[in-house]
Structures are given as C-alpha cells and as structure tokens.
C-alpha cells in the first residue's frame, strides 16, 4: 500500500492564509484541491511553519483530535513535520521554494509529512526526520518511500552553507547519510524558479511573479481500501 500523496499547482489557487479577507478563497482553494483526491479538510492536519526562535526540528504525532486544526485557522502548534498513524489522516503543507516531505514507512504503517526548507536543512533536517522515525516507531530507513515537491536550483537559489548547492541536493544527501535508499525517493524535478505552474517566493520578492506571494501543497494520507 502507497498512501496518496498529491501536490497542487498554480492553478489550484493559493494554499496559504496570509490576511482575513483571503480566509474564504483560501479554504475553498484547500477544499477543492483535496476534494480531487477524495480527502476532506475536516480530515486533514496542516503542518504549521514559524520561524521564530532558533529549533527547526520541532516534530510532533497528531492524533484523531488533531483532525481539521490548521485548515480554517491557525489553531494548532508550530510544527517542522508531523506524523500521523491513522488511516485516513490527511498531512497537509504548503510550500513554495521549500521542500516538502512525504516519509512512509509501510510496516509500522507510519506517515510523515516533513518541511525541509533552509533554517531547517542546516540544522540537517532530512537526516534528522529519519532519526525520528527510528527513535519514536523503530522504522528502518532502507525501507522507507519518500515523496518530494518541486524546489529551485541553485543558480537562483544556492544554499550558501553547502557551498552554494542546490536545495535539493542537500536534502538528497541528508537522506542518504540517514540510510535512506535514494531509489525510493520518487522527486519532482520542476524547478519553482522557472516552471510557472507552481508558486516561488524567492522570484516573488524579485518582483518576477505578477501572480502573488502564494504557496502550493502537498498532502499525503494513508488510505484504508
């Protein structure tokens, strides 16, 4: 069993609230696009980003009270990634020129949905989901299946901590030290950068994108039959 794992694009609209007024659009842009995939947003926990403070290895398991908080508001603790291991739990996280994670562990029937972006991959946060998941649920990195979002490259976007390289490339690495056999990582390769189908805000603070500070998403959820 796969869970479903899906990502918006630009024409599902923006994921992300930023004012009040834009609560309504926003929520019907989250409900349609999960709806395409027969998730319900009273299902779905969104993993809430903050950038306050200096720990960006903030993980935490949500249970079935979990249900539905971030979605409409922001009504649940900030988070780096969450965990789920409910069928039926729908993970949700909108990114932009961030990477998303989706981490399944088919034994322990254990989801993750992680956040790697640049304060959280230089405190090695791909490395450090993995040590989680062996920690907290004994899974084995070999056997993990890991989904990932698009991400800039590094002509636009260099990660000046590892030498300028590109985002993507550090997450793989960080994978790769954790045990994680790179073969099951299945990747979307469209750069945020340049493919405008999805959301950048790097080329947004440029002002190279008339389309807003918007951000796309990737929700993962384990799906009973």
Same mark, same amino acid.
């Given at each position: ?31 349609? /696009? ?55 739990? !729908? ?12 981490? /399944? ?20 946060? !791909?490395?450090?989901?993995?040590? /989680? ?17 698009? !991400? ?9 901590? /590892? ?56 929700? !993962? ?5």
């Amino acid at each position: 069993m796969n869970p479903v794992v899906e990502i918006s694009n630009i024409h599902d609209g923006n994921m992300l609230i930023r004012e009040d007024e834009l609560n309504l659009r926003v929520n019907e842009n989250r409900a349609s /696009f999960l709806a395409k995939h027969g998730i319900d947003m009273k299902q779905t926990t969104r993993v809430n980003i903050n950038y306050h403070g200096d720990n960006y290895l903030r993980y935490y398991e949500v249970s079935e009270d979990h249900r539905g908080n971030g979605m409409y508001y922001d009504d649940i603790i900030a988070a780096d990634a969450l965990v789920t291991r409910h069928m039926n739990h !729908a993970l949700f996280l909108p990114v932009a020129d961030c990477v998303g994670a989706a981490i /399944f562990d088919i034994e322990k029937n254990v989801l993750m949905l992680s956040h790697l972006g640049r304060h959280s991959l230089e405190q090695n946060g !791909a490395f450090e989901s993995i040590q /989680f998941l062996i920690k907290h649920y004994g899974s084995d990195p070999a056997k993990l299946k890991i989904w990932l979002t698009p !991400a800039p490259g590094s002509d636009v976007y260099p990660m000046y901590r /590892f030498h300028n390289r590109s985002i993507k490339s550090v997450v793989f690495e960080q994978f790769s030290k954790a045990g994680v056999d790179v073969d099951r990582i299945r990747d979307n390769t469209a750069d945020t950068t340049k493919d405008r189908d999805y959301f950048s805000h790097s080329e947004f603070l440029k002002g190279n994108r008339p389309d807003g500070d918007g951000r796309y998403a990737i929700v !993962a959820m384990m799906k009973s039959e």
